[in-house]
């Protein structure tokens, strides 16, 4: 699939809400391992708008939807942005005058429950390891929590300082938030979601050791 067929239906804002604001939808369903998944819908990728015409070059938040395009597995959604990722890194689009660097991507479901979310690190993607238990995940809430109240700390910090939010440790803050509240995978997802990871993980291993041994 070539990179303009790939970004052709993406849709792009200058601004980035907080994921807990995007309206999904956390709903208690009996459908799980004894019964039909629910369908995969929504593929959100964030990252940053670099626009090329200006010196310096201006930064600003920005997302897009990654079409599905037929995948119907969480593998195929991971082969999807994992290929996004490669076309970014090696056919840049200009558009406007901008280039969209990916950052951090969200699968979801038809009722907008949380499946899996990942860092796009270059060329690749660092998926966030679901929670695999109720205690687990409150102890990741409660840390998200505490993360989530140093942001607005640093935020009214850098906004009476003056100081510009890009690359500072505002960024890292919420970059800490992101990766943590991405392992809160709803509870119907969470054993299909380790799985697929665990299945691609063995993947990986077995490739590099088939690479090592070759002369």
């Keep these: 699939m070539g990179i303009d067929q790939l970004l052709g239906d993406m849709t792009m804002?200058?601004?980035?809400?907080?994921r807990s604001q995007r309206g999904r939808k956390h709903?208690?369903?009996a459908v799980g391992q004894f019964g039909k998944l629910p369908r995969l819908q929504s593929l959100i990728c964030t990252g940053i708008l670099v626009k090329t015409d200006t010196v310096p070059h201006l930064i600003e938040p920005a997302w897009r939807n990654i079409p599905l395009s037929g995948a119907r597995r969480i593998e195929d959604c991971i082969e999807r942005v994992e290929e996004f990722a490669r076309q970014c890194v090696h056919q840049p689009q200009l558009t406007d005058a901008s280039v969209f660097v990916p950052h951090f991507v969200e699968l979801s479901d038809d009722a907008g429950r949380l499946v899996l979310c990942g860092?796009?690190?270059?060329r690749v993607v660092d998926w966030c390891p679901p929670v695999q238990t109720p205690g687990e995940a409150k102890l990741v809430h409660a840390r998200c929590v505490r993360l989530r109240e140093e942001i607005l700390y640093q935020e009214n910090l850098d906004f009476h300082k003056g100081l510009p939010n890009n690359f500072?440790?505002?960024?890292?803050?919420?970059d800490?938030?992101?990766a943590l509240s991405g392992r809160l995978v709803d509870p119907l997802w969470r054993d299909e979601a380790g799985k697929?990871?665990?299945q691609l993980e063995m993947l990986r291993v077995r490739a590099l050791r088939n690479a090592a041994r070759e002369p």
Excluded: F, G, M, P
């Design 168 to 174: 500072s440790a505002l960024d890292r803050l919420c």
């Design 196 to 198: 697929v990871l665990k």
């Design 13 to 18: 804002t200058s601004s980035i809400q907080i």
């Design 119 to 122: 860092h796009v690190l270059s």
């Design 27 to 29: 709903k208690n369903t």
């Design 176 to 178: 800490c938030e992101e």
